[in-house]
């Protein structure tokens, strides 16, 4: 076993294949790739590397490789599984590949920004997987879990893993162009992973972007566009102290230029990853005088998680 990823590591290495869909490296990718194609558990241990590997199981693996290179398919899509703050999900080509830096924060349920003992009503804009709101359900057992999405396809990956997962009385799946859907509904926590590429951006992004949604992706020329309704609209559904954690990926820098004198905190990750700022509800009121606050950077020092892969 332990000979085979290694051949495939090297055969991914040789490609140039693009790593950033959930796996960041040659040997985690072909060790997901391979134990999926032999029917084995991620998390095997280290016992499953000494495993003898017949002929027709390594003829399924060298498939699987080649279809990784040949089609730029991420490795997600060709298992049909993520892992999001260490819950395992299905997703295809309806919704991105589950890898924000919003798990780490997840996992702290948080903290330091609010006590999560308080926390009774979470919205997740833009679900995709359902990945945030299931984790954000699992993390915050208290809670109820708003999940919106405007793709119906999203909808239909992201309710079969809230079904799969018995979550479906804490989370509740809308269709809903941003907050139109909402009503009056007001929330402690609202969390975003919205589309944030811009239009040169995109074209430029390696293949493997492709096979995810492009609506998922594109933000209008800048990058700007969902996040802009987002800061206009999101305090309207924010509690009294309610946080607002969205992230912007890459589109950090514009975003700082476009709103200077919003308070931004933005967050660094043990794991890495970044462009994820917080606001509070009263954050987003009082925009006068924020730009003192402008550009704070706070680590979030969240544990390393389990996901075999990470």
Not at 117 to 123: K, P, S, T
Not at 145 to 163: E, F, H, T, Y
Not at 223 to 233: A, E, F, P, Q, T
Request: aromatic letters at 6%.
């Amino acid at each position: 076993m332990r000979a085979l990823i290694a051949h495939g590591a090297a055969r991914l290495t040789r490609a140039r294949v693009f790593f950033g869909h959930g796996t960041d490296n040659a040997w985690d990718e072909a060790a997901a790739l391979v134990l999926h194609a032999l029917r084995l558990p991620l998390r095997g241990g280290r016992a499953v590397y000494a495993r003898r590997v017949g002929v027709r199981a390594q003829r399924s693996a060298h498939e699987l490789l080649s279809r990784r290179i040949r089609e730029r398919i991420p490795s997600a899509y060709l298992t049909g599984i993520a892992w999001f703050a260490g819950t395992r999900l299905r997703v295809d080509t309806r919704v991105l590949v589950p890898r924000s830096p919003l798990a780490e924060l997840i996992e702290r349920r948080f903290a330091p920004w609010i006590d999560p003992r308080r926390v009774r009503r979470v919205l997740d804009l833009g679900t995709g997987s359902g990945c945030i709101a299931i984790a954000c359900a699992r993390r915050l057992p208290a809670a109820r879990v708003d999940a919106l999405d405007i793709s119906p396809a999203a909808l239909v990956v992201a309710r079969g893993n809230v079904r799969r997962l018995r979550l479906q009385r804490r989370v509740r799946l809308l269709r809903s162009d941003h907050f139109s859907a909402l009503g009056r509904a007001s929330y402690d926590i609202i969390v975003a992973n919205p589309p944030y590429v811009g239009s040169r951006e995109l074209e430029a992004l390696p293949p493997e972007y492709r096979h995810e949604p492009r609506l998922a992706l594109a933000a209008g020329r800048s990058g700007l566009d969902s996040v802009r309704v987002i800061l206009r609209d999101a305090a309207r559904h924010l509690r009294p102290r309610g946080l607002l954690i969205v992230e912007v990926g890459n589109t950090e820098r514009a975003v700082r230029r476009a709103w200077p004198r919003l308070p931004f905190v933005w967050l660094e990750f043990a794991r890495g990853g970044g462009g994820v700022f917080l606001l509070t509800r009263e954050q987003l009121q009082q925009r006068r005088g924020a730009a003192r606050f402008n550009g704070t950077a706070v680590t979030c020092r969240a544990t390393r998680s389990a996901d075999s892969l990470r």
